[in-house]
């Protein structure tokens, strides 16, 4: 056995298979397998999540999730609390702020009540939000300037 677990002679593929899918995934894709945290279907969870791989939403959650990645609240998925990470899309309900640092996005099954800070926000027809879409200070900054040099 060699270091990180791994075999230095790999001698089948369901060897190398446990030594990619067991480890952690420092890549800049978070979507391959074990890279993302999922609240499945049926579950009900109370607290905060907090990480820096994907976030999904497919039950409930009673609390807040502090993501640095995509966080995905899914069609059947439920909220209630705070939701913050890089880009958050909502097509479930949440009952709480939600914070992107690049982009929020509502699809039209999406049910939001509270407020939506990010710099660049999407919300879908269909969509219900109950909510203050508010761009964050860099977003403003960039517009004011941009405003004041385009011809009137």
Same mark, same amino acid.
């Given at each position: 056995?060699?270091?990180?677990?791994?075999? $230095?002679?790999?001698?089948?593929?369901?060897?190398?298979?446990?030594?990619?899918?067991?480890?952690?995934?420092?890549?800049?894709?978070?979507?391959?397998? #074990?890279?993302?945290?999922?609240?499945?279907?049926?579950?009900?969870? $109370? #607290?905060?999540?907090?990480?820096?791989?994907?976030? =999904?939403?497919?039950? $409930?959650?009673? #609390?807040?999730? $502090?993501?640095?990645?995509?966080?995905?609240?899914?069609? =059947?998925?439920?909220?209630?609390?705070?939701?913050?990470?890089?880009?958050?899309?909502?097509?479930?309900?949440?009952?709480?702020?939600?914070?992107a640092a690049e982009t929020a996005e509502l699809e039209s099954s999406a049910k939001v009540t509270g407020n939506i800070t990010?710099?660049?926000?999407?919300?879908?027809?269909?969509?219900?939000? /109950?909510?203050?879409? /508010?761009?964050?200070?860099?977003?403003?900054?960039?517009?004011? #300037?941009?405003?004041?040099?385009?011809?009137?």
């Amino acid at each position: 056995m060699g270091i990180f677990g791994r075999d $230095e002679h790999p001698t089948s593929s369901k060897t190398s298979a446990q030594g990619s899918a067991g480890g952690r995934s420092h890549g800049p894709s978070a979507a391959q397998p #074990g890279g993302s945290t999922v609240i499945a279907r049926g579950n009900r969870i $109370e #607290g905060t999540i907090s990480g820096s791989s994907d976030i =999904q939403v497919d039950g $409930e959650l009673q #609390g807040s999730i $502090e993501g640095s990645g995509v966080v995905r609240v899914a069609p =059947q998925g439920r909220v209630e609390g705070t939701v913050a990470g890089r880009v958050v899309v909502v097509a479930g309900t949440v009952r709480g702020d939600i914070s992107a640092a690049e982009t929020a996005e509502l699809e039209s099954s999406a049910k939001v009540t509270g407020n939506i800070t990010a710099p660049r926000i999407r919300i879908a027809d269909g969509a219900s939000a /109950l909510a203050a879409p /508010l761009a964050s200070p860099a977003s403003a900054r960039r517009r004011t #300037g941009s405003q004041s040099t385009a011809p009137r």
